[in-house]
């Protein structure tokens, strides 16, 4: 008999102020409360100042506030923290992308794809720096891979539809476009773009 | 204001002397409750004390005489004087004499109907005399009662206020007498009990240096159950990396430990004792040897419920033993009297209400006899329980005294194990459902469960454990845990909010609002987590920025 002695005594005691910061931060930018969110990440960084977390958070945080400077700094200590943090990477691509510098943040964005396959910040974002730069042929592939392992995503489903049709591959946007719509019949977007798609084909047959 | 009551160096002082000047009474405590005593003995830790006295001081239950013994060390009298509230008696004692030392030194002059504890790097919370008067106070025969603590896990650097990390639960558990022997349950700061229980359990012993606690608690429960109050109402520190406990160094000395576990398992309170039963171990031997001493260290070693190990031997017999071991009684007996006889002899002088008798070459390791006997508690059938390891040559047996008394009277001639049969006593193993512990067993399996990663199995036990054996706060909050971590989030939301409406922590309003969180609830997830986050907040003495302790009492 092993005399149960304490109710945590394999949890983690350091853990928990540093959880409830970040957990509040997370919701504070989720409702656009960015001075409380940044509040909260600021203590939670200095409870756990290996974290990468609290500091992606004052990136987004300083994002939203359009401080550029500041997100850069937060997102870049971030990944010196966690080299392979998925959002850090996706921070500083948004950044790039903000400032117009394209294929860094096409770079940025597909790093953090590599460390986080399922991002969907990243996919999004690597899609609309593919539609600024007009390549698309890296963005398909992603896209393609994404929807493979989430077949039923139809905010990808579009958006690989669109740049099928921008790469001159209407067929494959047509078929792309009936499966969404038969996930999503309602789907307004993707019924406007299926009709532009059937007139590309009709033109061209 | 008055200053505080300053006690001279008290050491030599009688213990039963009461001082006049320790005699302040607020005219008003008779209209407004039973007076409580608070100890707070300190011992080098000057950086936490004012924190726990103010935390004393502002209780919501008023009626309070506060002793601070300072147990030598670093001076304190500065501190203490800077509380003028004249409820406040210090005893300033410049040599170290060790906690059991200061609370009895504290107890002499104690006038309270109940007495309360705090050491001198824990805190109360507002509320926590009050919490367990109002239980003492209403309708329960319950002469002792305690709370739940928080653990509070912090770092501190020299000067710096101490920084909190978590606040953890760690034990909450319903009053179990059976565990009460094997392991402490009870926070002593948390304790509140009827200051004229220590005229039955006497005072804190003075020998021991780790388990001070236990030792009380354990001899309490002869003579009370304890009213679980399922609240938070304090906290204890644990601070990260070497704990400068005293405690905990010496816990490391592991004679000393053991020196200390057996002084207390082996403590006997006088009699009656209204809630304990008593366990009398008749061990039979024909002609004592080595093997019979070293059963005897045994016994002493590893039976944690009370007991009086009775011999019966030749009186030549007993004048060539020569074991110094607490709690034995040789009977003398003819040296050719039979193993009955033997048996018959010490049942005439036994007090035990259970009655073990074990042969000279017993096998006895941990449990040996409290799991047959635990069973027998519980039994309502007219029966016995062999011991582990019982053999036909070699039988061992627990049994209610009055039915073995009846079974050797009315068969005297024959062997011990017929008379039983004739009596229609019957003997036999305990079943595994009917062994104690049995919550333990589930827990450590549930626990198992998670380590697999297997958590709807945990949570499916951890709420069947709550349904059958109580303690179901606790139980709801690992199950909520489990749930969650399985992913069925609505459930494990469900429980930790049921939990949240009547006690809730850090940890369980944390998890309700990753609940909330994940369910797009932010107002609400915000809500509960600014409420864990202020749970959290600081509780703390600021030696680095002293104006901010100044309270208002």
């Known amino acids: 008999m092993t005399t149960a002695r304490t109710n945590d005594a394999d949890r983690q005691t350091h853990a928990q102020h540093y959880e409830v910061l970040r957990e509040l931060g997370d919701c504070y930018t989720s409702v656009g409360n960015y001075d409380q969110a940044q509040r909260c990440y600021e203590k939670a960084a200095s409870l756990g100042p290996d974290e990468p977390g609290p500091y992606v958070g004052l990136g987004v945080a300083a994002m939203q506030k359009d401080k550029l400077d500041d997100a850069e700094i937060a997102f870049r200590v971030a990944c010196r923290l966690d080299p392979r943090c998925a959002k850090a990477h996706a921070g500083l691509a948004m950044i790039a992308q903000q400032r117009r510098d394209f294929p860094l943040a096409f770079d940025l964005y597909l790093k953090s794809l590599e460390l986080d396959t399922d991002s969907i910040a990243a996919l999004l974002g690597m899609f609309q720096v593919s539609c600024e730069m007009g390549s698309f042929a890296k963005i398909i592939y992603y896209l393609e891979v994404y929807l493979r392992m989430h077949p039923g995503d139809t905010s990808v489903m579009f958006a690989l539809a669109a740049l099928y049709l921008k790469d001159g591959q209407p067929d494959q946007s047509k078929t792309v476009l009936l499966d969404l719509l038969a996930l999503e019949p309602t789907h307004r977007d993707a019924a406007n773009l299926l009709e532009e798609v059937r007139h590309t084909l009709a033109g061209t047959a | ?553």
């Open chain 2, 1 to 553: 204001m008055t200053a505080p009551l300053v006690m001279p160096d008290s050491s030599n002082a009688p213990r039963d002397g009461r001082s006049a000047r320790c005699h302040r009474v607020s005219a008003e405590s008779a209209k407004r409750g039973p007076l409580v005593t608070v100890l707070l003995p300190t011992y080098n830790r000057r950086r936490c004390l004012a924190e726990a006295l103010v935390s004393v001081l502002r209780q919501t239950y008023r009626d309070l005489e506060i002793f601070v013994v300072r147990d030598g060390g670093e001076e304190v009298s500065d501190i203490v004087r800077s509380f003028p509230d004249p409820r406040v008696v210090f005893i300033d004692r410049k040599d170290n004499r060790g906690k059991p030392f200061s609370l009895n030194e504290a107890l002499a002059r104690a006038r309270g109907k109940y007495v309360a504890y705090l050491d001198d790097d824990d805190v109360y919370y507002p509320g926590h005399v009050r919490a367990l008067v109002d239980a003492l106070e209403g309708p329960t025969d319950c002469r002792a009662a305690y709370s739940d603590l928080y653990k509070t896990s912090c770092e501190a650097a020299p000067g710096q206020d101490r920084r909190v990390l978590s606040k953890h639960v760690e034990i909450s558990r319903d009053f179990d007498r059976f565990l009460m022997l094997h392991f402490n349950h009870v926070l002593h700061v948390s304790l509140m009990h009827r200051r004229d229980l220590l005229d039955r359990t006497g005072l804190y012993n003075e020998q021991l240096n780790i388990l001070i606690d236990w030792d009380i608690t354990r001899r309490l429960s002869f003579f009370s159950d304890f009213h679980h109050v399922p609240a938070v109402t304090g906290e204890f520190y644990s601070p990260v990396g070497e704990s400068d406990r005293i405690s905990c160094r010496q816990r490391k000395d592991s004679q000393e430990y053991l020196r200390n576990l057996l002084a207390i398992r082996t403590t006997r309170p006088p009699k009656p004792w209204p809630k304990m039963k008593d366990l009398s171990i008749i061990l039979l031997v024909d002609r004592p040897d080595e093997r019979t001493v070293n059963v005897m260290l045994r016994i002493w070693r590893y039976t944690f419920y009370p007991y009086k190990l009775l011999i019966p031997l030749s009186a030549a017999d007993i004048g060539r033993l020569n074991v110094q071991m607490p709690n034995v009684e040789f009977v003398p007996v003819n040296s050719l009297s039979s193993p009955a006889e033997r048996v018959d002899a010490v049942l005439r002088r036994c007090e035990g209400d259970y009655v073990a008798i074990v042969a000279g070459n017993a096998a006895v390791e941990e449990m040996w006899v409290e799991r047959p006997l635990y069973t027998l508690m519980h039994s309502t059938a007219r029966e016995g329980f062999l011991l582990e390891g019982a053999t036909p040559q070699s039988w061992a047996a627990v049994l209610r005294r009055t039915d073995l008394d009846q079974a050797r009277r009315a068969h005297v001639h024959l062997p011990v194990e017929a008379s039983l049969a004739a009596a229609d006593i019957r003997v036999r193993r305990p079943k595994e459902e009917e062994l104690p512990f049995q919550f333990d067993d589930l827990l450590l399996q549930a626990k198992l469960a998670e380590a697999d990663g297997d958590w709807i199995a945990a949570a499916r036990l951890f709420e069947r454990m709550g349904e059958r054996f109580g303690n179901q706060l606790w139980m709801k909050e690992m199950a909520a845990r489990a749930y969650f971590e399985a992913g069925d989030h609505p459930r494990a939301g469900r429980l930790s909010g049921q939990v949240n409406l009547e006690r809730p922590t850090v940890d369980t309003l944390l998890l309700e609002a990753k609940v909330c969180r994940r369910q797009q609830d932010f107002s609400t997830a915000i809500r509960l987590l600014t409420q864990a986050e202020q749970m959290l907040g600081p509780h703390v003495y600021s030696p680095a920025h002293p104006e901010r302790n100044c309270c208002s009492i």
